[in-house]
């Protein structure tokens, strides 16, 4: 972590005044350093007190994503490590694939404050206007076999789902097979990609897009009639750095846990969020539309649609239309 980074991180875990030279002490630097760091600090908009003889107290923050900020909430072993943090770039899955292509390592953070050529799934657009989202992707380099891989989209839908929970008191549920939506509109989605051989993973590139404040320009109608922001939920305005970091940490622990045991545990709580099983649907697939009632998602990550006079079908990719 930088000295910036550090100091922030100081401040930020600390309710009332902190001196200079203990946070000089925690960073490993000298008070003067310290005080260059606020200086940047309030530079970039950060509201800082400074009191004679008590200290420095953090007063107010913006809603910044430069790289030290990201470091700052940072609490994994190895997501997010190490981060690259962009003002504006095509699509962070474009980018780290780039990266992962040069040989960066696993964990490696891309994230963007703007993208201007976003993508959803099949060639799809996802909208990502200056600093209304949060648009990153993480590399990973999982060694397991290449039909697993579809499996981390259900590891990030249900960290993104618990974070939701637990931080903001949405409750959350999971579109098969790659939303997450509230009250029936999308807050957030997963795009996986990957390289491989046959039977070993080069690289998967796993790229979240969560919408956090409401879109300054129009999006079009489409994405106007689908998509919910994080701040029209809890009427505050929500800050993106500690919302990453949270999200990172959800997803390194249920990364590991994935690696270490499998996918049972994951898939348990994706059945137990989804809002697509027990449902009439209309599936459509390369192969056409599959109507029925969705009853499981199995092992592989595949929908299974009851069609009539039971028959049942599996779905290993598609989109629920109703
Ligand atoms: C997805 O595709 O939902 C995957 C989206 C992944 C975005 C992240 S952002 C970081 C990383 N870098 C990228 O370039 N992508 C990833 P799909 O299931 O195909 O859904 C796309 C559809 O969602 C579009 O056709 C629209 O209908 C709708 N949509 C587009 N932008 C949206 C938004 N911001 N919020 C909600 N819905 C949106």
Known sequence: MTTTALVLSSLMHRE?????????????VSRNAVWKAVEQLRGDGYQIDAARRRGYRLLSAPDGLRDYEVSAHLVTEQLGKPVHCLASVDSTNSYAKREARRGAPHGTLVVAEEQTAGRGRLGRVWESQPGAGLYFSLILRPE????????????????????????????????????????GRKICGILLEMSCELDRIHYVILGIGIN?????????????????????????????????????????????????????????????????????????????????????????????????RGALRKIYAGDVTE
């Open 16 to 28: 009332d005044y902190v001196s200079g030279s203990e946070l000089a002490k925690d960073a490993g």
């Open 144 to 183: 397991r076999p290449p039909a697993d891989a579809p499996q981390l989209t259900s590891v990030a839908a249900v960290a993104v789902a618990e974070v939701l929970r637990r931080d903001y008191g949405i409750g959350a549920q999971l579109k098969w097979p790659n939303d997450v939506l509230v009250g």
């Open 212 to 308: 956090v404040h409401p879109f300054l320009r129009d999006p079009g109608a489409d994405v106007a009639a689908r998509a919910v922001a994080l701040d029209d939920l809890t009427k505050t305005s929500v800050r993106r750095a500690p919302l990453l970091g949270a999200v990172l940490k959800s997803l390194e622990d249920r990364y590991y846990e994935w690696m270490q045991t499998g996918y049972g545990r994951i898939l348990a709580e994706v059945k137990s969020l989804s809002c697509t099983l027990g449902r009439r649907v209309a599936v459509s697939t390369p192969s056409g539309i599959v109507e029925g009632i969705a009853t499981d998602i199995d092992l592989s990550g595949a929908l299974v649609v009851e069609e009539h």
